[in-house]
């Protein structure tokens, strides 16, 4: 059977399934976990992908400070770390996607004192605020070019 699969467990994800999405991996809601804890990861907790695997923000935080998320350390004999942080992304809450979505319907193309305005009252920074405002333009402009 053709289809996506889970990239945790293999099985193939139902048009139904609830998923969530990192990168271009695709999991069932409840195998999204933690791969060096297994605990599952919550809407709108921050989470790192090292290496296709997830990481809750407390254990990518100890591999980061530990430098042991590879044979190599990643680090140069002065002590540097050569290879850059992963960011840690950021998942929404239904409450935030909510004022989001709603703001998106009202101006796609926010000014900075909208999207401040908007920041504080999803409690996200303005910079996430605005890449949100950026990629569903960029997801509108696709799907309305695409029929």
Same mark, same amino acid.
């Given at each position: 059977? #053709?289809?996506? &699969?889970?990239? &945790?467990?293999?099985?193939?994800?139902?048009?139904s *399934?609830?998923?969530?999405?990192?990168?271009? %991996? $695709?999991f069932? %809601?409840?195998? #999204? +976990?933690? *791969?060096?804890?297994?605990?599952?990861?919550?809407t709108?907790?921050q989470?790192?992908?090292? *290496?296709? !695997? $997830?990481?809750? !923000?407390?254990?990518?935080?100890?591999?980061?400070? *530990?430098?042991?998320?590879?044979?190599?350390d990643?680090?140069? +004999?002065?002590?540097?770390?050569?290879?850059k942080?992963?960011r840690v992304?950021?998942?929404?809450t239904?409450?935030?996607?909510?004022v %989001?979505?709603?703001?998106?319907?009202?101006?796609?193309?926010?000014?900075?004192?909208?999207l401040?305005?908007?920041?504080?009252?999803t409690?996200?920074?303005?910079?996430?605020?605005?890449?949100?405002?950026?990629?569903?333009?960029?997801?509108? &402009? &696709?799907?309305?070019?695409?029929?």
């Amino acid at each position: 059977m #053709f289809g996506a &699969k889970c990239s &945790k467990c293999c099985r193939t994800i139902a048009a139904s *399934d609830w998923v969530r999405k990192a990168r271009d %991996l $695709v999991f069932h %809601l409840a195998c #999204f +976990s933690c *791969d060096t804890c297994g605990r599952q990861l919550s809407t709108g907790e921050q989470f790192a992908l090292i *290496d296709d !695997k $997830v990481m809750c !923000k407390i254990h990518y935080m100890d591999t980061v400070e *530990d430098g042991s998320n590879s044979s190599d350390d990643g680090c140069s +004999s002065d002590g540097y770390n050569k290879n850059k942080s992963k960011r840690v992304r950021t998942t929404f809450t239904e409450e935030q996607l909510q004022v %989001l979505q709603a703001n998106f319907q009202i101006d796609s193309n926010p000014d900075g004192q909208d999207l401040e305005r908007i920041a504080q009252l999803t409690g996200l920074s303005k910079r996430v605020t605005q890449v949100w405002f950026q990629n569903s333009r960029a997801r509108q &402009k &696709k799907h309305t070019h695409g029929r």
